[in-house]
Structure formats: structure tokens, C-alpha cells
């Protein structure tokens, strides 16, 4: 398109749109702002409003109305929009509704009805939004999106979209009365909705006030209330005071009780306490109690348990005691020889004979000892342990009918 030609077809609108003899000049009628490109509203509802603005202004005066929509549609279009629209050609600049719908196209919303056509809840129903305010938006949106539904198709589709668009309560609401059509759940809706923003203004009666004859609004607070809430709340803290007073108590009584009974007589103890009315302080202390230790007011000066290692200590209890009161085990073959077997060394580790004929490696093999290596048989130990010649040669030997182990421990006498 030229530039004479859009010269022309701006100059053709222009008288088109003026009054001629006859004609009565358009009513005083503000247009609707510029249409804004941000999204806070769509070019659809903009247009619509242009245009029912236009057909009000020029009502009863004779003047081609579309034409004048045509002619004043590039003034109410921002930077963007009047770029696209001057590269229209002069055709469609001449018509209203070419260049309405060429520019919907290019800037309306595509995604809210495509995402309308998908989704039956995609357009809900704002917090604040009036009942009426939403439904007519679902007429729009209905009417955009399914252009060629006939009549029965697009009331179905109205009330499907209307019904998926509320709160569950409303919806609960609409689904008791059993509404069939896009009329009656807009009826009910509307009556759901102002019931409920009534019942949130009405303060509910307390028993105090239910004589009264009156109602009072929310944010109504007598002082006689506050003054009951004040007093009320003082007996409260003085209740709890009292309660955490007896609590402490029963708590020191609960502890004395308890050292008190941690402090009876026992073999264990090594002295009395002050808890106690008799007992003697010969008892050593115990090596597995610890209750002392924990105790609110132990014994400073009882003695530490005996923690020296207990050599003739062993998981069988087995032995008996000689003319000394020393424990010892007697030395017959099965018994002792198979605990104390004479111990040797191979490569640099230790190894041992158990028996006469078992011998544990330090690979845990079962194999003959090497050449170089004595055997130990219960005749050596019979010659070296119960009948010694000689205490010279016996490194193992003491006095005379004492054995002592390898390791140089007294382990009895021999009879």
C-alpha cells in the first residue's frame, strides 16, 4: 500500500465520519482509554467496548457508523498496534470489523481460549468477583471459543464452564437444587453467595447475651466482656501458679524418696549415709552399682571399688582351694593340658599343640610340625610338670611339688 493511497483512504474516512446536512453532530460521550498491550485486559472486550461507545455516540444521527469506527479505531491504539495496522491495506483500513479482527488475531488472547476450549475450569471465579461479573465473562469466552455451536450446544457449553469455575461449596450448592440449565445455576449461585456474605457480618449469640433481644455486629465488644475476659484470665495464672508449686513439691519428695531407697543396707555399701539408722561401714562398694554415684548427696569419703585384674578368674568355675585359701585346678591331663599346651614358634608366629595329636598353625592348618620343631607329648609333660628331676632344667618349675604355668602364675600343688 502506497502512501497516497493511505492518504486517500484517511481522507475518505474522515468525510465519511463528519455530519452532513441533516445530520446531527455525535453526542458528547467520552471513548474508552487507548487500548493498553500488557494484558491487563483483552483486545476483544477493548474492541467491544469501542464499538458499543461509537454506535451510542452516533445514534439517530444518519452517519455511516462504520466508517467512523474504521476512522478513529488507529487513534485508540498504542505504538504496536497502529504499526501492524498501517501495514493493512486500504480495504481492510476502510472496514471496522477487517481490521478488528485482523488485530485479534495478531494480539488477542490465543492461549486463554484455546486453554478455554480445553479445560472446563480454566477461567474460576475471583475471591471478589461479582456472580454477574463472572458469568457474563463465561458468555464471552463461550462465544469466542465455540463460534459455531448452535444454540443448545452453547447453553450446555455455558453451564459447564459456569458450574467448573466456582468454589466447591457453591458448586455443592447448585448440585442439591438440581439446575439444568445456564439461568438457574446462575440463580442459585447468586443466592448461595449473598447468604454466605451475610453469615460472616452476624456476630454468632454467646450464652451471656442471649436474652438480649438485639444482635450485635462483629467488631461490638462491651466493656462488662472485657472486664469478666481480664478476670478470668487472672484466675487462670493464679491456677497454674499454685499447680506448678504442688508439682515441685511431689517432685522433691519423689527424689528423696528415691535416695533414700537407693541407700538401704547392702554387703555392697562401704559405709552408712546420714539416711540411715544402722549399718556397718566393713562393705566394700559395688563394682556393677552406680546409684551412689547419682545420688543427690553421695559419700565423700567411701573407698573406690577394687578394679585389680583377677588372675584365677575363669568363665568355669571349677576350682578348689588348697591349705593356703588359694583357688587352684587340678592337673590332670584332659583339663590342664588342653588349656596350658606347651606354646612354640613357626616363621616368627606363634603356633601350639593342643594335644597329642592336634596342632593349631597361625593359618589354621593341621599339619606336622617342621624338624626343627619339638613335639610336646603327655610323657614330656608327665616327665617335666608332675615328676621334675631336676628344678635346674625345668624353667617352669619352683620349689619342689609347686607348679607354675608358662607364664609364671602358681597354679597348685602337686599330691
Given at each position: 500500500m502506497s502512501d497516497e493511497e493511505a492518504q486517500a483512504s484517511r481522507e475518505h474516512n474522515a468525510q465519511a465520519s463528519l455530519p452532513r446536512r441533516g445530520q446531527s453532530s455525535p453526542r458528547d460521550i467520552p471513548l474508552p482509554p487507548p487500548f493498553r498491550n500488557d494484558g491487563s485486559e483483552s483486545f476483544q472486550l477493548w474492541a467491544r467496548r469501542y464499538e458499543v461507545i461509537q454506535e451510542a455516540r452516533y445514534k439517530d444521527s444518519g452517519v455511516n457508523l462504520d466508517a467512523v469506527l474504521a476512522a478513529e479505531l488507529p487513534t485508540r491504539l498504542p505504538p504496536e498496534l497502529f504499526i501492524v495496522w498501517d501495514n493493512f491495506p486500504s480495504e481492510i483500513q476502510s472496514s471496522f470489523a477487517a481490521a478488528k479482527k485482523q488485530l485479534q488475531d495478531a494480539f488477542g488472547?490465543?492461549?486463554?481460549i484455546?486453554?478455554?476450549?480445553?479445560?472446563?475450569?480454566?477461567r474460576h471465579k475471583l475471591p471478589n468477583e461479582p456472580m454477574e461479573v463472572y458469568a457474563a465473562d463465561?458468555?464471552?469466552l463461550v462465544k469466542e471459543a465455540f463460534p459455531d455451536f448452535e444454540q443448545n450446544a452453547t447453553e450446555y457449553m455455558k453451564l459447564s464452564r459456569f458450574l467448573a469455575g466456582l468454589d466447591q461449596e457453591l458448586q455443592i450448592k447448585c448440585h442439591e437444587r438440581g439446575v439444568k440449565t445456564f439461568k438457574d445455576a446462575f440463580q442459585v449461585a447468586t443466592q448461595a453467595e449473598r447468604a454466605r456474605q451475610a453469615a460472616r457480618l452476624v456476630?454468632?449469640?454467646?450464652?451471656?447475651?442471649?436474652?438480649c433481644s438485639t444482635a450485635q455486629t462483629v467488631n461490638a465488644i462491651s466493656d462488662s466482656d472485657t472486664v469478666v475476659l481480664k478476670q478470668a484470665v487472672t484466675d487462670l495464672t493464679n491456677t497454674v501458679k499454685e499447680l506448678s508449686k504442688d508439682v515441685s513439691a511431689l517432685?522433691?519428695?519423689?527424689?528423696?524418696?528415691?535416695?533414700?531407697?537407693?541407700?538401704t543396707l547392702s554387703p555392697h555399701r562401704c559405709s552408712p549415709t546420714r539416711y540411715d539408722t544402722s549399718g556397718s561401714a566393713s562393705y566394700g562398694h559395688s563394682r556393677t552399682r552406680h546409684s551412689d554415684a547419682r545420688s543427690p548427696s553421695p559419700d565423700r569419703y567411701r573407698r573406690s571399688p577394687n578394679r585389680r585384674r583377677d588372675l584365677c578368674r575363669r568363665t568355669n568355675d571349677t576350682y578348689q582351694r588348697n591349705d593356703?585359701?588359694?583357688r587352684f585346678q587340678d592337673c590332670d591331663y584332659p583339663k590342664y593340658f588342653a588349656d596350658f599346651g606347651t606354646d612354640?614358634?613357626?616363621?616368627?608366629?606363634?603356633?601350639?599343640?593342643?594335644?597329642?595329636t592336634s596342632y593349631s598353625s597361625p593359618s589354621f592348618q593341621r599339619r606336622s610340625p617342621s624338624p626343627h620343631q619339638k613335639r610336646v607329648t603327655f610323657e614330656d609333660y608327665r616327665d617335666r610338670h608332675q615328676r621334675p628331676q631336676d628344678p635346674s632344667m625345668d624353667l617352669q618349675s619352683g620349689p619342689r611339688g609347686i607348679y607354675r604355668d608358662h607364664h609364671?602364675?602358681?597354679r597348685g600343688n602337686f599330691h
Open positions: 488472547q490465543k492461549d486463554v484455546a486453554s478455554f476450549q480445553t479445560f472446563p475450569n480454566s463465561i458468555c464471552r456476630q454468632p449469640v454467646s450464652s451471656a447475651v442471649r436474652d517432685k522433691l519428695q519423689l527424689h528423696d524418696q528415691r535416695g533414700r531407697s537407693y541407700r593356703h585359701g588359694e612354640y614358634y613357626e616363621d616368627g608366629r606363634q603356633g601350639r599343640w593342643n594335644d597329642a609364671g602364675h602358681h
